[in-house]
């Protein structure tokens, strides 16, 4: 029994047989033990090949031809202490856009939706990219952090709506 994992999404491949198992890196081997961390995913790196006929990177290709390359970044703006105060004390209902780089907006975020805990700023999803905003703890600005996973082009467009948004809502806050 081995425990294939990519990303953070794992599968169990068992006599030719597949099921979904844990979202972690952890490989399985020799009645169930298991070996944690880096060396799982150095194992994986290792016995992908062999596994599979395919490398890391030829899964990773396969799956950004298939599903788009995602592009990530992170912008930062000065702000004062009264502006950062009051982006860390947004609310969802503060956002008046409907759409982000041209796709609906899915999600406006001020909680982890897990447990609840404040993300101490602001997060909008799409089902093509997102971006989160927040006061720096350390200096007078903000940062918003932009993802795409359609490319740097769509995450461009993403970032200057973002700050958009984040400008609007500063400026009625």
């Known amino acids: 029994m081995v425990l294939l994992t990519v990303c953070s999404t794992a599968a169990l491949v068992s006599a030719g047989k597949r099921a979904r198992a844990l979202r972690s890196c952890v490989l399985t081997v020799r009645r169930g033990l298991p070996i944690k961390t880096v060396s799982s995913c150095a194992y994986w790196r290792r016995k992908s090949p062999a596994v599979t006929g395919k490398n890391p990177q030829e899964h990773y290709n396969e799956l950004a031809a298939r599903f788009g390359a995602p592009s990530y970044n992170r912008l930062q703006a000065a702000a004062t202490s009264a502006q950062k105060a009051a982006l860390s004390k947004l609310s969802p209902e503060m956002v008046s856009a409907s759409t982000l780089a041209g796709d609906?907006?899915?999600?406006?975020l001020t909680a982890a939706p897990g447990n609840g805990a404040s993300i101490g700023g602001l997060?909008?999803?799409?089902?093509?990219?997102?971006?989160?905003?927040?006061?720096?703890?350390?200096?007078?600005?903000?940062?918003?952090y932009c993802e795409s996973f359609l490319g740097e082009e769509h995450r461009k467009q993403i970032e200057k709506e973002a700050v958009e948004i984040v400008s609007e809502v500063l400026k009625n806050a």
């Open 104 to 108: 609906p907006i899915t999600a406006r």
């Open 123 to 144: 997060k909008v999803m799409t089902d093509n990219g997102w971006f989160a905003a927040r006061p720096s703890g350390t200096e007078d600005a903000y940062k918003i």
